[in-house]
Nanobody, 127 residues
Framework: EVQLQASGGGLVQAGGSLRLSCTAS????????VGWFRQAPGKEREGVSCIKISDGSTYSDDSVKDRFTVSNDNAKKTVYLEMNRLKPEDTAVYYC????????????????????WGQGTQVTVSS
């Protein structure tokens, strides 16, 4: 069974850090795009960061790219989202999604969003 397990959320003060993990099971990992998305109360879901496992290329939304870093550990079939200098507006439920990437030129976030989704993990940043 293809599954993604997201974890690592919690409550943190503004300026603090958290590391989210997204662990895959039931499928090979190497040719996938894995994205992190978030949804705050009353807002639409938005893409945060994404990584193409095959070549390691990463992408992040402008709102987080100088604070968040996405990385992967192939041996553990896990993608991480390191979040630093967190702000109250980062408060949301964070989800990971993964999908087969047919070619490295395909867009990471869009590809990932069309794939398998994990359950969310809550991140709350207090001011």
């Amino acid at each position: 069974e293809v599954q993604l397990q997201a974890s690592g959320g919690g409550l943190v003060q503004a300026g603090g850090s958290l590391r989210l993990s997204c662990t895959a099971s039931g499928f090979t990992f190497e040719d996938y795009a894995v994205g992190w998305f978030r949804q705050a109360p009353g807002k639409e879901r938005e893409g945060v960061s994404c990584i193409k496992i095959s070549d390691g290329s990463t992408y992040s939304d402008d709102s987080v790219k100088d604070r968040f870093t996405v990385s992967n550990d192939n041996a553990k079939k896990t993608v991480y989202l390191e979040m630093n200098r967190l702000k109250p507006e980062d408060t949301a439920v964070y989800y990971c999604a993964a999908n087969f990437l047919p070619h490295v030129a395909h867009p990471c976030m869009i590809t990932a969003a069309r794939g398998v989704w994990g359950q969310g993990t809550q991140v709350t940043v207090s001011s």
